[in-house]
């Protein structure tokens, strides 16, 4: 079967993964870091972080405000 992915799934993970990047803005963080953040015990996929960025960059002005 296929796989469905609703719009607040992404969203509430694309608003997690800006949080995470955002509390760590000082330092470089991995991908496996994002994962185990944002994901945890259920595992992130590249194409699921591609999404996550894909939503925050639609929102410019969430994202303007938060790097403000």
Known sequence: GSIRI??????????????????????????????????GATAGSESALTTAIREIRRQPLITLFLLA
């Open 6 to 39: 609703h719009q607040q799934d992404v969203q509430r993970r694309a608003f997690e993964v800006l949080g995470f990047l955002y509390s760590n803005a000082d330092r470089l963080v991995t991908k496996d870091e994002l994962f185990a953040s944002v994901w």
